[in-house]
């Protein structure tokens, strides 16, 4: 089967440089880890910042580093009297799946089909239950080989972020506004934010490259909260133990039973419905962790969540008083919409960007959090925009090339847009 064509020639054109630096970032592993207590949370995400920083510099940007935040700065001279727009990837993946040993493979004029992943034979990309693949007829998708994440999220949007700022640079008369680019750590354990310095990047305006669908445009994610559960019990031998244990385990399993089954979860809810997710157990019968992530657009909703744990806990406890049951909450970001509205043109600018690319913006929410939410609350207004890549945090993890292509396109795109004059100064 023939590929699909490209959205725009811009497209085209960055296509073989996005590819192949996509598949060079996806092979290098930068698994963060939660709740690790430093940061970042594993060396080896700076494998990959390090040689960004490299590959930042061989294109042009000499000030390129790998500063003490831990994040990769750079920039790129514009246009003079214009804003400095930044654009923001991520260079960890999930620690829910494994991102050691990533094989990605490039299915040719795949899209619409059914996809086999030859590492897994249960893992078959069907277009029957996947809509976006079935709307991708002929695109080159490129999948792990099914026992690990791709890695699209975020790799997708450094490679497009890269091969644009690659393009700019070698045709420096084209019109472009100020660019700053970062590239940060730890941020699907919610802190890829928390060292980042403003002053020092000096944008006055950024963008996030961690969305998914072709077009889209995001300025409204969920408010989110982390929560931990601590029950110690008492071990004793099995064989002794008549009148003694305090099984931590059961006590946990209890615990995570009593969240409502038919709401309130991650696989029952849609749209701007929240959820409570029990993301992650361990300990024995001495002691047990429940990891949580409660979500929610609605600030009040986010709290009514959190009081239904603190209330489910306070259960345990009374049921079996021997047992100890600690709550530790932490909240990690804020719905940046309130904050994003403040600068309407950061969105305009962005759908601007898009329509020049051929394709047409879908305002969208997302159901999750980036970098740019807490950055847009500390005041710099950053929207997310769309990667190409798909089912995310998932060994069936997969990414469009001709959707990449047109993000990296969009990137070019938005540094003219932001070059030129404010169409309605008075905003």
Known sequence: MASAPFASELAAELADDVLERFLRY???????????????????QLDLSRLLVEELRDIGLSDAELNEGAS????LPG?????????IAHVDTTPDVTGAGVTPIVHRGAGGARI????????????????ALAERTGHDIVTSDGTTLLGADDKAGIAEIMAAVAFLAKNPTRPRAPI????????????????????????DVAYTLDGSGLGEVEI????????????????VHPGTAKGKLVNAVKLAAELVGSLPADRLSPETTEEREGYVHPSRISGNAE??????????????LLEEHTKLLRSLAKDVAEREPRAHVEVEERDSYRNMRPFVERTPRAMEAAFEAIRRVGVEPKLTITRGGTDGAVLSSRGLPTPNLFTGGQEYHSVREWASVQDMASAAAMIVELAGVWSEPDPDPSE
């Not at 990769?72 to 920039?75: D, H, I, M, R």
């Not at 680019?181 to 944008?203: I, K, M």
Request: hydrophobic share 35%.
């Open 26 to 44: 996806v092979k290098i592993d930068t698994q963060s880890v939660d709740r690790a207590g430093r940061r970042p949370s594993s060396d080896k």
């Open 72 to 75: 990769v700065f750079a920039s």
């Open 79 to 87: 246009k003079g009297g214009t804003p400095v727009v930044g654009l």
């Open 116 to 131: 086999e992943l030859p590492g897994d034979s249960r893992q078959v990309l069907d277009p029957e239950h996947l809509p």
């Open 180 to 203: 700053r680019v970062a590239f940060t750590v730890d941020e699907e354990v919610g802190r890829g934010a928390e060292d980042f310095d403003l002053d020092a990047f000096g944008a």
């Open 220 to 235: 409204e994610t969920f408010s989110a909260r982390s929560v931990r559960i601590t029950i110690s019990g008492l071990s």
């Open 287 to 300: 002691k047990t962790i429940v990891d949580f992530i409660v979500r929610d657009h609605d600030d009040d």
